[in-house]
């Protein structure tokens, strides 16, 4: 309490003590000012005012800086520079005035310690660039050397000109006169390059220092110019501008300069303008160049400004391309996984279905168990589990192909197959990739896959399949009770003998589908499809069904019909869609003559032309009230003679080779 009681005390004691000073400062600048208007007093006040009252405004200034770097640690290095640089002005004043008494020889010691504020003020501004400017990237400094730069051309164009045309004298004199300007100039092209690198917005501390540093040069330029003319009277206005600058200058050091606000942040500003008025200002000095020779400083600096403009543009381009690239990545890539998102997935698409350069497969992944592991374990623990499985899925796809995070909890892999070996061992890596288990969780993936371009030409056309297989996987993993087997029931309520049939159809359907090459999302469909080709017979009446005469056509409209039927049925499941779709195809014929699109060879979607040579073979050697049942020879027979004309050859050559490994099938039968 104590402590914190001595520290109120204390700082109410400096804001007291700054407020006197400037208070103090500005009171004997108005009058030294006014003076200089008036003269009041007469001459007998010439040297209380040139001498006492003009060094002691200096010496109000470096009192300014000296207690702000006993008081204030923060930017103390900086301050204490500017204050020697300040100090050093003041040791040239006094010993101009006092030593000299107001009449040194040119060059003279006081010269050496005027000049002596040069390169200390410059360090000093250097270590506040440091402390009060965000680190910018080189394009914003080069704004900052530019205007610099340009300041720079033009004072050299205005100052230096005018003082090589009226110098003389020793070499020692020309340097000395030469160095003023110069100083001057590289002061004020840094405080405007901070300005211009600071979008303009420098803060009050900037200003003062840049209106301090302005004053100086203003102050000195004219000095020059009336020396060299020899117009100079000492006690005018001009002399007031040095202690305005070195007031100024002490000013600057008590703006508050706590908290992050201090420092001016540099990205993401438009710093068009540095350049654009940079340019401007070379362009002119080199003009009037053209026309009335200039010192060779101001051309030189004015071309350097040109250069600095070139490199700006240069580093804007590469920026602007890096900046680019940065956004289309963003634009593809899913930010919690670090995947390629949907977005990506459909370009890459694109280019494989434009190409065609090689067979690949679309694989759609579904976490199985991830909203239970969500709502248990809260959504922080399932963004890192879905972070970890994206990790992982990248490891094991990155030799074979690309890995999407599509949006939830679907993933997506499309790699390039050769072989059936190849498709069966990128699944089971991808899916186990998608797998987690731990205390009172597990976490699994179903899939659906589409070969490409086999069984789709577009990108929409691909996800849509795929996504369809996906669900039905899902389906068949959770076991009865799902719209399929509640058709079935259905189905076999209605016929009990369909099951024994159903049965046949489906296992030699299978067999058949993985001798063509078919897996994963394909075979579960291809299994639905040959399970529920006959749902349609739902909607036809009994009569039509026993008959076991001949039908007429009427009733012959209400059989072909069944395998559309059967599509509405499965549709009303969107899990079923893309079986009903193989449904509708079951009895299109490899000629073209079936029904109900009149579909003919590739044109049948490959389950339903195998559906319908195991549906074929199964009736051939199953009983009918109307007809005997053939034997295997028989029917094997006939599914050759069928071959081309209403069976797929390829499809019928598979079904004999599976039928000759397959007796429970002939059994059944």
């Not at 005027?114 to 910018?136: D, E, K, M, N």
């Not at 300007?181 to 405080?191: F, N």
């Amino acid at each position: 309490m104590h402590h914190s009681a001595e520290r109120r005390g204390q700082a109410l004691l400096r804001a007291s003590v700054v407020h006197a000073w400037r208070g103090l400062a500005a009171a004997g600048l108005a009058l030294f000012a006014g003076w200089t208007l008036h003269h009041f007093g007469g001459s007998g006040t010439d040297r209380l005012f040139n001498a006492w009252l003009y060094n002691g405004l200096v010496l109000l200034a470096v009192a300014g800086l000296v207690l702000r770097v006993a008081w204030v640690r923060t930017e103390r290095s900086a301050w204490l520079l500017l204050a020697l640089a300040v100090g050093a002005w003041a040791v040239g004043e006094i010993v101009f005035d006092f030593a000299y008494g107001g009449s040194p020889p040119f060059p003279s010691v006081a010269d050496a310690f005027y000049l002596a504020f040069y390169p200390l003020c410059y360090v000093g501004l250097i270590l506040l660039v440091r402390s009060r400017i965000s680190r910018p990237n080189a394009s914003v400094w080069l704004d900052g050397v530019t205007a610099a730069l340009a300041a720079a051309s033009v004072s050299a164009a205005l100052i230096v000109e005018v003082v090589m045309a009226s110098t003389s004298g020793t070499p020692a004199a020309v340097v000395t006169n030469l160095a003023y300007p110069l100083g001057d100039t590289i002061l004020l092209a840094l405080v405007i390059g901070v300005f211009a690198v600071s979008g303009w917005r420098p803060g009050r501390a900037w200003t003062l220092l840049g209106a301090s540093l302005a004053a100086s040069a203003v102050a000195d330029g004219l000095f020059l110019y009336q020396s060299a003319k020899g117009t100079y009277s000492e006690g005018t206005v001009l002399d007031a501008l040095w202690p305005a600058s070195m007031l100024l200058l002490a000013a600057a050091a008590w703006q508050p300069v706590d908290g992050a606000a201090r420092r001016i942040e540099l990205q993401g500003r438009p710093l068009l303008a540095p350049s654009a008025v940079g340019g401007a200002a070379a362009f002119g000095v080199l003009g009037y160049d053209h026309f009335h020779k200039l010192h060779a400083l101001g051309p030189a600096l004015a071309l350097a400004t040109l250069a600095a403009i070139l490199g700006r543009a240069s580093l804007t381009f590469r920026e602007n391309a890096r900046i680019l690239a940065r956004i289309r990545e963003q634009a593809v890539t899913d930010s919690l996984t670090g995947l390629a998102n949907r977005r990506k997935l459909v370009a890459d698409l694109d280019r494989v279905l434009a190409t065609l350069e090689e067979r690949s497969i679309l694989v759609i992944f579904d976490l199985d168990g991830f909203k239970s592991y969500n709502d248990t374990y809260g959504h922080p623990a399932g963004d890192a589990l879905l972070a970890r499985l994206g990790a992982a899925l990248a490891a094991v796809t990155e030799p074979h192909g690309g890995s999407y995070r599509l949006g939830g909890d679907e993933f997506c892999v499309l790699a390039p197959v050769a072989g059936t070996l190849k498709v069966e061992a990128l699944l089971d890596v991808t899916a186990g990739a998608l797998s987690e288990s731990g205390d009172g969780f597990s976490v699994r993936s179903s899939f659906g896959a589409v070969f490409l371009p086999d069984e789709a030409s577009d990108p929409r056309e691909a996800l849509r399949i795929a996504d369809q297989r996906l669900y039905v996987q899902k389906n068949a993993a959770l076991g009865r009770g799902q719209p399929h087997e509640l058709l079935l029931e259905a189905l076999f309520e209605r016929e009990p003998d369909l099951r024994g049939h159903i049965d046949v159809v489906a296992e030699l359907s299978l067999a058949v589908g993985q001798r063509l090459g078919l897996s994963g999302g394909a075979l579960a469909e291809l299994k639905f499809a040959a399970e529920l080709h006959d749902i349609g017979k739902l909607a036809v009446p009994d009569a039509v069904l026993s008959k076991e005469d001949s039908l007429d056509e009427s009733e012959w409209r209400f059989i072909r019909q069944h395998t559309l039927i059967g599509q509405r049925i499965l549709g009303a499941s969107p899990a079923l869609n893309a079986v009903g779709v193989i449904v509708r195809s079951t009895h299109e014929r490899w000629d073209g003559s079936g029904y109900v699109d009149g579909l003919a060879g590739e044109e049948i979607p490959v389950a339903a032309r195998i559906i319908a040579a195991c549906d074929a073979y199964a009736a051939m050697t199953s009983s009918r009230p109307y007809r005997r049942s053939m034997t295997q020879h028989e029917a094997l027979a006939e599914l050759r003679r069928c071959a081309g004309t209403q069976l797929d050859p390829s499809v019928v050559e598979m079904l004999c080779e599976a039928l000759a490994l397959a007796p429970s099938a002939r059994d059944a039968a």
